[in-house]
């Protein structure tokens, strides 16, 4: 890894959206403080046209809705590339016809150390901004308002995997997707609960002490409720 400081940027019609998840969150703005983590949102008004910095227009051929400018689009990413000190870079389209999102394309994107989204409305982007963008990527088989949210949800994943922004308490070792498997249960106090006449138990094995035993019982669980839930993985 190049550098120990991830830096995000999201080209945006709602720089809101970023500004408020990098105010709001605890570990976000420990990652921000300790020199880890730069996250800010590029509004794509600033380089829209004329007085009314218009960004977008009326699609060629007819049809409902609008599309985001393709010259538009290029001068922001190229403003957001321009800004990058060092380290490799990528630009992020966000679309619900690019690659599918996964764990395994977090860990791949949390080895860049800059990373660019650009966030679709409306309708979506002139197609020619495509070839500016070294990937297209989606956060599931549906379509959302705009990409502000899935520039998020990409930028969440990526970050956790970053070395230093999770406590050392939140493992990112044994979790859920990082092996093939899901991950086993969890269990807190009370070792009893009580909910009116029904008490609910948690599994004896886990108060025995016996560390052998209990990473036998997580692994058999882990890989019960894989075959159950997701057997899809275990292919
Ligand atoms: N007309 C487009 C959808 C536009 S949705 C089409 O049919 O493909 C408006 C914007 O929201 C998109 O440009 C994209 O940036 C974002 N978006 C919507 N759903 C998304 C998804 N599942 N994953 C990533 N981005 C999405």
Redesign the pocket.
Known sequence: MASKKLSIKIITLFPKFVEDFVENFGIVKRAISLGLLKMEAVNLRLFGFGERQVVDDRPHGGGVGMVLRADVLYKAIRSAQLKVKSGKWKVIL?????KKFDQKMAQKLSKVDNLIFV???????DERIRQFADEE????D??????EL?ALVISEAVMRLRPGILGKLESTENESFSTNYLEYPHYTKPEIWKVGKKSFRIPKVLLTGHHKNIEEFRKEESLKRTKKRRPDLLK
């Open positions: 966000l679309t619900p016809q690019g966030c679709g409305r409306y309708e979506g982007f990527i989606s956060i599931g549906y379509v959302l308002m705009g990409g899935p």
